[in-house]
Every structure is written in structure tokens, then in C-alpha cells.
């Protein structure tokens, strides 16, 4: 069982893992935001200024975008960013903060 396997892992384990599931999170979060508004990749490039390729790299695990893309990305869609600050130990939000489009 994976659950098992990755209860095993020691302190530097988990943040590798954790780092290695960052990216796929990120491209489902960009999938699932356009999937929401019922847009195809060609109409959700063309709301943000984009090629569908682009979109479609963005939704890659691979792809790794920079902070504003995905920012520029959601806003064309209709969406803010939140990102929160959050102390691994306790669960507790040291700080929020909602971003806005870097696109003018």
C-alpha cells in the first residue's frame, strides 16, 4: 500500500515528495479552474492572450510556470490567486494574500 510505504519516509523524504507533487498540483489547479468555466484550451487562450499551446503546457506536471503566468491565467478565467502562509506544525495561517493579475 503507498500510504504505508510513504509513512516510512523521514523528514527529508516528505519534502521531496511534497516538492515533486507541487507542479502536478499546479497543472490540475490551471485544468480544473478552465474545466469549471466549461472552456476548451483554444477559448481559455484566446480570453488570456495566449496560443492553446501555451495553455496546454501550463496544465502540464512539467511545466513548472512562473507566479504571474498562472496569476494571468486564472484572472483571464474569472479567478483570483490566494496564496496562504501556513505553519507546517501547527496548521495555523501566519498570512494570506490574494493576488491580482500582473497583465494590464
Known sequence: ???AYIAT???DEHRRLAAAEAPIDIAILLYRARDR???SQTAAAKLAGLQQ???SR???P???PRLDAIQDCLSALGYA???KVI???TGEVAATLALSSTRS
Open 81 to 83: 490567486l490566494e496564496l
Open 9 to 11: 519516509f523521514d523528514d
Open 87 to 89: 505553519d507546517i506544525e
Open 62 to 64: 512539467d511545466a513548472n
Open 1 to 3: 500500500d503507498i500510504g
Open 37 to 39: 468555466r466549461g472552456l
Open 53 to 55: 499551446q501555451a495553455v
Open 58 to 60: 501550463l496544465e502540464q
